[in-house]
């Protein structure tokens, strides 16, 4: 018979729950902790954007950001149908406004101002250029986050609401997916590992 896997996931934002969902679904028995249960902390507050910004030279960051875009959208079809929640997902583009102008000429080939906002520009910000992202997205972040719980729900993750500050303590592995700004972790992981308490951090 087949060893349970076990790991802890410390952060309930939505990089932890996303995690915790993914890890429940591949088989692992999987514990979320975070001081409070979502939605809250840095996530329940964001704003929602998921910019889609296009450069002429991509580094590959940005090659991977536009990838993980063309991604979300069926992220989040899964994500209601197995929640049975809404998430507040749509894509209505932004609008970026510069008085930069060096090199906002090529980028501005790329994109195009909508007609209708041009008035409000010249009025507004005479000196000002403005590019419009037509493929960026937003999303209700409290929403997502309660989606992401209930998934987590559904596939048996357990959550442990009290405060960490002893990553020692916790069974390994252990998945860091809390913000490096956390005081309690900021301490005790600086104390406890050579490394920062950087997102995405498996501590065997």
Known sequence: ????????????????????????????????????????????????????????????????????????????????????????????GHLRLTTKTNGFAEDLALTKVPSELLPWLAQHQPHAHARFNPGSMVIEPTLLLQALWQACQRVGVRGQWQTVSNLAELPKPVLLTAGFATPALNTAITQQYPTRPTRGKAIE
């Not at 979300?72 to 197995?82: I, R, S, T």
């Open 1 to 92: 018979m087949a060893a349970v896997k076990r790991i802890n996931v410390v952060g309930a934002g939505v990089m932890g729950l996303t995690c915790a969902w993914r890890l429940a679904q591949a088989g692992w028995q999987v514990t979320l902790r975070d001081r409070t249960p979502p939605p809250t902390g840095a996530s329940a507050a964001a704003a929602g954007g998921r910019s889609a910004v296009v450069r002429p030279r991509a580094s590959k960051l940005f090659q991977f950001q536009a990838e993980s875009l063309k991604l979300y959208p069926a992220f989040v079809a899964e994500l209601e149908e197995v929640s049975g929640m809404r998430v507040g997902w749509r894509r209505c």
